[in-house]
Structure formats: structure tokens, C-alpha cells
């Protein structure tokens, strides 16, 4: 006698009941978080390994019931919680899940889309052209530039860079690889000493050598040196090199400058490269008028990256790539197997054509349900908002003695530090800052970080939190002041 089976109803996944009822206590949850963050110190206080040391070091044998698994939440997950969502968060860059953005999560969650091919989900290939779109119109970007939607924006500049490899079908590295070709020139890519690592890992994954990119000096103002870039290009050449691509940066991640990208525009024309523009934070500030000066000239880019998993507040991730030459990121990633192949393959676009990747999340949604939710007076109200604040704090900061702003304040980012008096060398202004630093975040009330501006080490607050108003931004500078005691 073997044993009976199991009857079938002991197998498959929770009842939708459950969902129902621990949905409701999540959602409570949720709010109750959303309204409070500030009863949370916003950097984790967790020593590494600390976190892990709390989880059993093998997963259950049984299935645990849902009642101990969210029990969980506030005594295991939220200690090793550092808040993005608070209010007090003025480090890197601000990433905000709004109410629209959660909700859409878990609706994506729910529909569970897979984007392989337009038939795997139209509405995941449709509404991803449409909000991409929505978005450019509103930020009056070219209306010819084709978007789509990745993770983050070092995927997507890694696939601007691939297209810009193949924007010369000569090369063709597609098909017979970099590696042991006396016939090809070493590839190129430029960049300031401003822009972000990205570039460089884009350059390691796509076997065009770190050592490839030239990264420009900049100018007072921590912007690119065009004439250094044309200097550059002309040595390159000179040496037998191939000039590939330009990634210049509106919004650079330590300072926010704006790199000069019609003159760098003019040199890529000359040279026949690839204009990418990183403006990873600092794109989505299009959609307000008054600040569209720093994005004279990327109408001119061949592609064009924002993140509105940074500034505009669609939870991570979702980054937004625009390019003008979408068949070119066809001819890139174009690869379609037998079983892939369908009947509407010539009237319906498969993002998988001009994507690294086969799947994709069903990210257009919570884009649209911010995009909705807010409009675009209201994201642009908001954006605003946060360069005021940037504004009115330093100009408090240079008005006070002992500390100094350390980069021209263009959109939502100061840059500062405290110099004792009399006290010129620069270890030790490093030393007295980072301990204000340490000092500041310790209070769990905001977290900050630094930057170094060439030898310069620097504290940089930067506001870009949906929640955060003048109250935290001006506790921050209170907290700075007490603790240079
Ligand atoms: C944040 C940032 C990036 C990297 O963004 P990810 O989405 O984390 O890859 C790239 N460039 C700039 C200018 C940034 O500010």
C-alpha cells in the first residue's frame, strides 16, 4: 500500500481570503509609516552583520503563517531600515515612494506582467511608450526621441553606449566581438571628472577598457571643459584612436552643475559621435520652464537618461531612457529566436528589440499613476519647491561665519563645510567636517554624505524628498551648526 496523495487543496498558494486580510493590515501599516517616518532615525543603526545575525541561518521546514511573518516587519526588517522616505533623508539623491507609486506596485506585483513581447502584455508595451511620452512632452524634449524603461540609469547608459558602438556598422562588433582585432582602433568615450561611475562600469561591461574613458577637467564651476574635450579628441585621433562617444551631464552627481552641451554637441557633430546625456537626477527638473536654461542644447543628444525613481518620486526602480535613433538599439539587441517569433512581430514593438534584456517589469504603470496623480503643475510646483529650499539654506550658510558653500547651488543640492578660524590645511578641514558629519547623521534625525570637489572634502545636502519641508531642511542646519562645538 502506497500512501494516499495529498488531497489537492493542501498545495497552491494562499488563499485569496488571506491576501485580503493581511492586505488590509499592510495597508494600516503602510500609512501609519507614510505618516510617521520621522519616528524612525533615518540611517540605520545596525552594525554590519548585525541584521543577518537576527535571521535563523536556515530557511523553515513548514510553511510559516503570515501573522509571523509580518510580525517580523517591526521587529526584524524596520532596525535594518535606513528611510529613504523620510523627510530628514539630504543624502546622494532623494528617492521617494509616493502614495500613486506604492499602490501601482502592488497592482504590477499583482498582474505580474512579463514585457518579452508585445503580446506577452500590450498594455506593458503600450503604456510604456505612452508615459515615456507623457514625460518628454511635458519636459519639451524632441517629440521624435523613442523612450523606454530600465532599472537604473547605469542600464541605461550601458545600452546608449552599446547603440553608440554600433552607430558605426563598419565596426561590427556585434557580430565579431572587440577581443583580437588588429583591424579596429582602441574606442573612446569622454566625460568630465565630474561624472558618474556609471560611464566607467558601462565602458568595463561593453569591453571598451576602463582605461578608455577620458574624463575632462572642469572649470571653476565643475563643468566640462569643451576645449579641453577638442584637445583631447584631436590627441586621440593623433594616435590612431576612435573618438566614440561623449557623455555629458546636466545635473552631475556631486555638485549638480550642467555640463556645456551645445559646445559639446558641435565637437560630437564634427566627429560624427554619439551625444549621450547623463541627467540621472537632474532631467526631470524639464518639466518646470523657469528651469529649463540648464537644458539648452540636449535636443541635440543621441540619447538622454532621467531616473523618476529619483525626483520624481516613483519608488525604485525606474529610470527613463530617450533615444532619437531607435533602430540603432534595434540593430544593437535585435535578436529574435524561433520561439519568439509572432504574426504581429512587423505592426507591434517589443521593447526586447532595443533592450539588453528579454523581460521586463510592468513600470510604465506606477510612472503613469504618478504622472497622474500629481500632474504636471503639481511635480513641477514641487521640484521648485526643493531648489527654494536649496536657495534660502545657502544663503543662511554663507552668511554665517566659519562656513563656506563649496559649489554654485543650480538646482536642489548645497554643497558646504565648516573652516575653524585661521585653519588652511586641507586634513584637517577634512577631519573637522567628517566628524561634524558623523555627528550630525549619529542624531538619527537627517542623514547627510560628503563629496570631495577636487582636494576639497564636503558636505552636500541635497533635498529631494516628496515629504521633506523648510522645518527639516532648517533643523538640518541647525544640527550642522551645534556640531561644530
Ligand atoms: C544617480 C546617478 C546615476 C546612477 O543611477 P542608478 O540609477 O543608481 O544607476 C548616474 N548618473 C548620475 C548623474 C546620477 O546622479
Given at each position: 500500500m502506497t500512501d494516499p496523495a495529498?488531497?489537492?487543496?493542501?498545495?497552491?498558494?494562499?488563499a485569496p481570503e488571506q491576501f485580503e486580510h493581511h492586505a488590509r493590515v499592510l495597508a494600516h501599516w503602510i500609512a501609519e509609516y507614510l505618516a510617521h517616518p520621522e519616528r524612525h532615525r533615518v540611517l540605520s543603526a545596525l552594525a554590519p552583520g548585525e541584521f543577518r545575525a537576527s535571521i535563523p541561518a536556515a530557511m523553515p521546514r513548514d510553511g510559516e503563517s503570515l501573522e509571523a511573518i509580518l510580525a517580523d516587519l517591526d521587529r526584524v526588517v524596520m532596525p535594518g531600515v535606513t528611510h529613504w522616505n523620510h523627510p530628514g533623508f539630504f543624502a546622494y539623491f532623494a528617492n521617494t515612494a509616493s502614495v500613486p507609486g506604492i499602490l501601482a506596485e502592488l497592482v504590477i506585483a499583482a498582474l505580474n506582467q512579463v514585457g518579452i513581447l508585445w503580446r506577452t502584455s500590450p498594455a506593458l508595451a503600450e503604456l510604456e511608450q505612452v508615459t515615456t511620452a507623457w514625460l518628454r512632452d511635458a519636459c519639451g524634449f524632441p517629440a521624435d526621441w523613442f523612450g523606454m524603461i530600465t532599472d537604473t540609469a547605469s542600464v541605461s547608459t550601458l545600452q546608449a553606449l552599446a547603440a553608440a558602438r554600433e552607430l558605426d556598422p563598419a565596426l561590427e562588433v556585434r557580430h565579431r566581438g572587440l577581443a583580437g582585432r588588429s583591424d579596429l582602433p582602441r574606442l573612446r568615450i569622454y566625460c568630465s571628472s565630474?561624472?558618474?561611475s556609471s560611464v566607467d562600469k558601462a565602458a568595463i561591461t561593453l569591453g571598451l577598457g576602463a582605461e578608455n574613458v577620458v574624463r575632462l577637467p572642469v572649470d571653476a564651476g565643475f563643468r566640462m571643459r569643451s576645449d579641453a574635450l577638442d584637445a583631447a579628441i584631436r590627441a586621440d585621433r593623433a594616435a590612431g584612436y576612435r573618438p566614440l562617444a561623449v557623455v555629458a551631464t546636466v545635473g552631475t552627481t556631486s555638485t549638480t552643475s550642467v555640463d556645456p552641451v551645445p559646445a559639446i554637441a558641435d565637437l560630437c557633430a564634427r566627429e560624427r559621435m554619439w551625444l549621450h546625456v547623463d541627467?540621472?537626477?537632474?532631467?526631470?527638473?524639464?518639466?518646470?520652464p523657469a528651469q529649463r536654461r540648464h537644458f539648452v542644447g540636449v535636443e541635440r543628444a543621441d540619447s538622454f537618461v532621467v531616473n523618476p525613481h529619483k525626483w520624481l518620486f516613483a519608488p525604485m526602480d525606474c529610470s527613463v531612457l530617450w533615444t532619437r535613433h531607435p533602430q540603432v538599439l534595434k540593430r544593437t539587441f535585435s535578436l529574435t529566436p524561433a520561439y519568439l517569433e509572432t504574426q504581429e512581430q512587423d505592426v507591434a514593438l517589443s521593447l526586447s528589440d532595443y533592450s539588453f534584456q528579454l523581460g521586463r517589469r510592468f513600470r510604465a504603470l506606477k510612472l503613469w499613476w504618478v504622472l497622474r496623480a500629481f500632474g504636471q503643475e503639481g511635480l513641477a510646483a514641487r521640484l521648485q519647491q526643493h531648489c527654494d529650499f536649496a536657495t534660502r539654506l545657502a544663503d543662511t550658510v554663507v552668511r554665517t561665519p566659519g562656513w563656506q558653500v563649496t559649489a554654485p547651488v543650480g538646482m536642489s543640492v548645497v554643497c558646504l563645510r565648516h573652516v575653524p578660524e585661521g585653519v588652511t590645511d586641507e586634513a584637517v578641514i577634512e577631519r573637522h567636517n567628517a566628524a561634524i558629519l558623523d555627528r550630525v547623521n549619529g542624531s538619527g534625525r537627517v542623514f547627510l554624505s560628503h563629496t570631495k570637489l577636487g582636494e576639497r572634502y564636503t558636505l552636500r545636502l541635497a533635498i529631494g524628498n516628496l515629504r521633506t519641508q523648510w522645518t527639516h531642511v532648517a533643523e538640518a542646519w541647525a544640527l550642522l551648526q551645534a556640531a561644530t562645538l
Open positions: 495529498p488531497a489537492p487543496t493542501t498545495l497552491g498558494d494562499l565630474q561624472a558618474h541627467a540621472a537626477y537632474a532631467g526631470v527638473l524639464a518639466l518646470v
